[in-house]
């Protein structure tokens, strides 16, 4: 099957590919996959340039900020953004919590919520993983006890990306500890601002400040912070998982990479020898499995969206693409530093650098992408059982 776009839908890729070429710097080759102060604060300024075209959100109601997008639309948008390698700083709540206000939230959650997104002022965190609760996540720990109109939270939350920055974080916490683990779950919006949370950032093995751990010390938290149904948040929980996991036009910063790579194996020579590296079969029958992997990532991607276009919220199929290209980056990071050779272990600007060494910060920085969202070997579970009806062991 051959998928095209319609004549409107590419006039629409070619008007957001030059707002791009018009907003972001002249020869910019993206952000550093560290976060620090000036990328983060140069994102937040890019996001103030997106919101007067409603294009932080587009797919999202007309009344929330959005534009009532298609989602094909939105693929097209999210591709041409990813190729251009444009700084998004808030994908937890355009990508995952969005969303499930609007699934779940009630029209006051809706209206004190989703319009600060979609202006480009409020940023949001994710607050799932615990010390001891990672894989297994319906076991964490996080307490939260009604007290009046009130919830009080304690507990730690870690692995938080951008806490440091952010200005609220959607937490589960465990509201009824007698109950089976997935049943006594709730779903909270918290003020990062409240007295009693502490963030202390990570040093990851990149060198950046990513991600943090968040400490929650009796942090009241009013009852219009509960999402959904008391004790129910861990089934709005996977929905949130869900919608992380899609990976909606996430193929095309891949693209954009393996591109650089395929140039720079045509046009660069090998020490001390006259060939190109692009002379050797093994270098070019490892680019072209990369080039086969990815329109396979491309293609499951397309059939997420296809379900979303539908109606339909991707339970296993999410769970597919996502272990697919957490592993897909892995791998073309990893043939890349062994085109480079020596060279594949510096980063930065310096001469000896290739290609600003993306490949080299990408194999440091990808090994966390088969962790981060789920597991590669739980997304493998998930797909055993609901895609393919296989038994628990």
């Avoid at 991607?301 to 980056?329: C, D, H, T």
Wanted: glycine share 10%; aromatic share 10%.
């Amino acid at each position: 099957m051959r998928f095209a776009f319609t004549p409107q839908q590419e006039a629409f890729r070619g008007e957001v590919n030059d707002f791009l070429r018009g907003a972001l710097p002249a020869g910019w080759e993206g952000a550093d996959n560290a976060i620090d102060d000036e990328s983060y604060e140069f994102g937040r300024q890019f996001l103030k340039k997106l919101a007067p075209k409603h294009w932080i959100a587009p797919a999202w109601p007309k009344q929330y900020g959005g534009l009532e997008m298609d989602v094909w639309d939105q693929v097209i948008f999210n591709e041409c953004m990813g190729y251009a390698r444009a700084p998004i700083v808030n994908t937890a709540a355009v990508g995952y919590l969005g969303p499930t206000i609007i699934l779940y939230g009630t029209e006051e959650q809706k209206r004190q919520h989703l319009p600060g997104i979609t202006a480009g002022d409020v940023v949001w965190c994710q607050g799932y993983s615990e010390p001891n609760s990672g894989s297994d996540l319906a076991s964490l720990q996080t307490r939260a006890v009604q007290d009046g109109d009130d919830f009080i939270i304690n507990g730690q939350k870690i692995w938080t990306s951008q806490a440091h920055y952010a200005d609220w974080m959607f937490v589960l916490a465990r509201t009824d500890p007698e109950a089976p683990k997935h049943r006594g779950i709730s779903y909270f919006l918290v003020d990062m601002k409240t007295p009693g949370i502490t963030v202390r950032p990570l040093i990851n093995m990149a060198g950046g400040e990513g991600f943090n751990e968040v400490f929650f010390e009796n942090v009241r938290v009013p009852r219009s912070g509960l999402l959904g149904e008391l004790n129910r948040g861990w089934y709005i929980a996977t929905t949130t998982l869900d919608f992380e996991r899609s990976s909606i036009g996430g193929t095309s910063q891949a693209l954009r990479s393996l591109e650089d790579l395929t140039r720079f194996a045509k046009t660069e020579r090998q020490a001390g020898a006259g060939t190109r590296i692009w002379d050797r079969p093994a270098v070019r029958h490892a680019i072209a499995d990369l080039w086969i992997d990815l329109e396979m990532a491309r293609l499951l991607s397309y059939r997420v969206v296809s379900m979303q276009a539908r109606g339909l919220v991707p339970n296993y199929e999410a769970s597919i693409i996502k272990v697919f290209n957490s592993e897909y980056v892995q791998r073309q990071a990893r043939v890349g530093i062994r085109i480079m050779g020596l060279y594949g272990g510096l980063w930065g600007e310096g001469p000896w650098a290739k290609l600003h060494g993306r490949f080299s910060k990408s194999y440091v920085t990808s090994v966390g992408g088969a962790i981060a969202g789920g597991t590669s070997e739980i997304q493998r579970n998930i797909i055993a059982q609901r895609g393919l009806g296989l038994p628990r062991q």
